[in-house]
């Protein structure tokens, strides 16, 4: 009814005139989106600061530190990782940011990675730094030995955590993904890094 009634009003569907906008004007009409006003200080207001932090706290009081019971390093490394990921790949630090944070995920897991919580942690560091760095061939020349340390890490883990429950099941899918992230590397840059090694 309200159909008809529009009709009459404006007449039938074949006279309607609709006009169509060139792909320049909608594009001038866009809003523009922000620049990240993170990236610009996020590393030295941000991330170097607790990552600072953490290896004086580590050298100072060891293993017996509070910092490492898996509540508070769960969230500290998920805090690094939510961090790196909303400052972008457009940092121009990220290169320092992504040898710093792998050095310091690389050191937990050769401690602290039994506990579920903070395994999950871990894998979500893993797949964050995996995800925004981009120039995967930078990785591949820069990071190989953290590539194959974490390769070989997070197979160890996709063997050992049983599936069937849905805290299992979370970890496998994270470790499978990282698993695949990284070969597509290896794989790809493989004859970039023999060439390089003759």
């Known amino acids: 009814m309200a159909l008809k009634a529009a009709d009459q009003v404006v007449g039938p569907d074949v006279l309607k005139v609709r006009t169509f906008s060139s792909r320049m004007d909608v594009e001038s009409r866009r809003k523009k989106p922000a620049p990240n006003e993170l990236a610009k200080i996020v590393s030295s207001a941000f991330f170097f600061p607790l990552t600072g932090r953490w290896w004086m706290q580590v050298r100072a009081f060891g293993t017996h530190d509070i910092y490492l019971s898996p509540f508070l390093l769960s969230s500290f490394i998920k805090t690094l990782a939510i961090i790196l990921h909303a400052s972008g ?109 003759v």
Do not use: C
């Open 89 to 197: 790949g457009s940092v121009t630090t990220l290169p320092q940011m992504t040898s710093e944070f792998w050095d310091l995920l690389l050191s937990i897991v050769s401690r602290h990675s039994s506990d579920s919580t903070v395994m999950e942690a871990l894998l979500f560091a893993f797949m964050t730094l995996l995800d925004i760095n981009e120039n995967k061939e930078r990785l591949a020349r820069e990071q190989s030995r953290e590539l194959l340390e974490t390769q070989k890490w997070v197979e160890t883990v996709f063997g050992n955590v049983a599936g069937g429950d849905e805290e299992g099941d979370r970890l496998k899918i994270m470790a499978a993904s990282i698993l695949v992230r990284i070969k597509e590397i290896v794989q790809k840059y493989q004859r970039l890094l023999l060439g390089e090694m």
